[in-house]
């Protein structure tokens, strides 16, 4: 059974960094691609980014709204997915979720397993 | 970005059928997925690649596009599909991309 679990989430102040993780289990981790996605309190669902398999470089792709602050970064030995947020601001308080999607497509297309979710707070 | 535009709200009679639309200029290139979320949960996936359901998907759940609108219909709602409904597909600009509607929030009264 595909699980996934977020981990990292806190309250942090403007401007700091945080690093998020997610833990996977249940399928070969290095054969999917991995997305972070976001949900402000009240708000929609915002795509984040996503990281490629090593067979596609292991490179990423980032939203506008992230790009230049945020990396997503994969140990495919340990099957975690990070995402390492940098000058934080207010507008990134949401809960962050990771995601596979339904087969391992290039790019991630079908998001088909969710974890629980994080809760990152930025407030001063 | 592309945009996904939904309404914001939709009701339904318990045991009616609903339709929520989702419209935007990627749904002429790429086909739409829809999630349900409930409060406090993750998304679920329950339509994607414009009409296929997931395993475990009751098959009151149907999808369907055309042109620039992509549809999710419940037929015969019950109360447990209350909750809120995003849709999503590919960013024209960049296929890597991805776009979410803003969400219907679904009331089954």
């Known amino acids: 059974e595909v699980h996934l679990e977020e981990s990292g989430g806190v309250s942090v102040q403007p401007g700091r960094s945080l690093r998020l993780s997610c833990t996977a289990s249940g399928f070969m981790f290095g054969d999917y691609a991995m997305t972070w996605f976001r949900q402000a309190p009240g708000k929609g669902l915002e795509w984040v980014g996503f990281?490629?398999?090593?067979?596609?470089?292991?490179?990423?792709e980032y939203a506008a709204s992230v790009k230049g602050r945020f990396t997503i970064s994969r140990d495919d030995s340990k099957s975690v997915a990070y995402l390492q947020m940098n000058n934080l601001k207010i507008e990134d308080t949401a809960v962050y979720y990771c995601?596979?999607?339904?087969?391992?497509?290039?790019?991630?297309?079908?998001?088909?397993?969710w974890g629980r979710g994080t809760l990152v707070t930025v407030s001063s | 970005s592309s945009e996904l535009t939904q309404d914001p709200t939709v009701s339904v009679a318990l045991g009616q059928t609903v339709r929520i639309t989702c419209q935007g200029d990627s749904l002429r290139g790429f086909y739409a997925s829809w999630f349900q979320q409930k409060p406090g949960q993750a998304p679920l996936l329950v339509i994607y690649?414009?009409?296929k359901r997931p395993s475990g998907i009751p098959d009151r759940f149907s999808g369907s596009s055309s042109g620039n609108t992509a549809s999710l219909t419940i037929a015969g709602a019950q109360a447990e599909d209350e909750g809120d409904y995003y849709c999503n597909s590919r960013d024209t600009n960049s296929d890597h991309l991805v776009v979410f509607g803003g969400g219907t929030k679904l009331t089954v009264l």
């Open positions: 690649d414009r009409d």
């Open positions: 995601s596979r999607d339904m087969y391992g497509d290039e790019p991630p297309e079908y998001f088909q397993y």
């Open positions: 990281i490629r398999i090593k067979g596609y470089g292991g490179t990423s």
